[in-house]
């Protein structure tokens, strides 16, 4: 048994005795039991439930604590007011957006680190190193070198502005950027209008304007048009523009399509310019003995974002950016501070420091988790895990098309299903506007909950299969809950 420290009583905010460290240990157990006790039952809940007004309001209302509270009650407070009322992902018949359902592993590693409260700027610590080895594991995966540069962050969002940032310091003068700004200059970059809204804002956030990333035409699978791309490339170029970037895109939100990213690095290749992979959800797809081959051209990348938070299920945030060329990376953010300065030995020894990678100087240890996750579940469990995952979206598929009354929208290239129902005495604006309160009527049911996007101009229902725990009787349950709704708002029922 470990002594708990004592103290005198003073400024510390850490328990004043062995007997608060006993109530505080009793809490603390009983508060990873409330969590352990959630996780295993999550199937007897509804996917979602929504806030009931009293409680938003009640959250709305609140005052900030002046006198100090129990833990005891703080805990009853998260059991009763937001433990059932999150977002769903973690539950099977989660289907929206592109959410990851997070694991028992996950959660434990995540605690782990708010204990050691680790920060992950700099410095020479064992944290660093985990770190170092998680982005190296990450290259490697993604078919980088293994001394390729790196670092966590929020997400794919922040991913793929670094590497936009990244990108235009390395474009021809591109570090004036850095102290001039872009003065003059009309710096381009390219990707297939299917590409996701955080690249445009990326452009926007780094002053370079989002008219500045140019949306070439994709084609019936919406992939990337390469030989649209090479056009457009030269006959801004006639214009007078200064392309320096191509995005591809590896797992579209809205139809997980898989650009040819062999060809776009050809491309990119040929006429100079950096060749950037967004793959926030389908880059992990590399897991996947079957689907690895369908990313050929993703190892030619200057720069690859995705998320460890989506398909490889480990809990938010934790997105990933990589740059194969570690002095691109370093020369695109490093900055000389006095009271950062590096030393040779010490604590302020280990340069470079991830500060100098991305804007955020202050890091957590989102590599725990990330650890946690490969080491305990191992890359091929993880790439199974993908396979099933599509397998699920395949026999989503089968069931849409053997329903008259349901029409497949888009190829299922992966793991997204985009389908809709078409109910014979509307027409194509009263099925946008039917297939919409469907989806909102399944959310609210708590049956199932997928979102909505639009397809060919088209509103239709969006199933991604990103959680490692939906099955097909769980998309069975949702194909029967959306003929249901259907049935029921048509006056069927
Ligand atoms: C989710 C997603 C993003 C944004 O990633 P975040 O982790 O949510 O910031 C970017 N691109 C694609 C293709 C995505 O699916």
Known sequence: MNEPPTSTPGHSLDPQSEQEWTEFRSQAHLMLDDMINDLAALRDGPVWRPLPDERRSAFRAAQVPSGAGSLEAWRRSFREDVLPYATGNRHPGFMGWVHGGGTPVGMAADMLAAGLNANLGGRDHAPVEVERMVIRWAATLMGLPEDASGLLVTGSSMANFIAVIVASRAAPGGLS???????????????GKTVHGCVSRAFDMAGLGSEALRLVDVDQEFRMDVAALRRMIEADRAAGLEPFLVVGTAGSVDTGAIDPLDGIAGVAKGEGLWFHVDGAFGATAVLSETIRP?????????????????????PYDAGCVLVRDP???????????SYLSREDRGLAAGAPWFCDLGPDLSRGFRALKVWATLSVYGTRRLGEM??????????????VEAEPMLELMAPISLNIVC??????????????????EIV???????????STTVINGRKVIRAAIVNHRTEYADVERLVDAVLACASSRSGGA
């Open 294 to 314: 369908r990313l050929v051209g993703l190892e030619r990348a200057d720069s690859v974002a995705f998320d460890f938070h989506k398909w490889a299920q480990a």
């Open 386 to 399: 993908v396979d099933r995952c599509c397998a699920v979206a395949r026999r989503l598929g089968q069931l």
């Open 440 to 450: 909102k009527d399944l959310q609210e049911s708590g049956i199932a909950a997928p």
């Open 327 to 337: 002095e691109r990376h370093a020369t695109a953010f490093a900055q000389s501070l």
């Open 419 to 436: 389908f809709r129902v078409c109910a014979r005495e509307c027409d194509d604006v009263e099925n946008d506007i039917l297939n919409g």
């Open 177 to 191: 950027l850095r102290t001039a700004g872009l003065q003059s200059r009309r710096l381009v970059g390219y990707a």
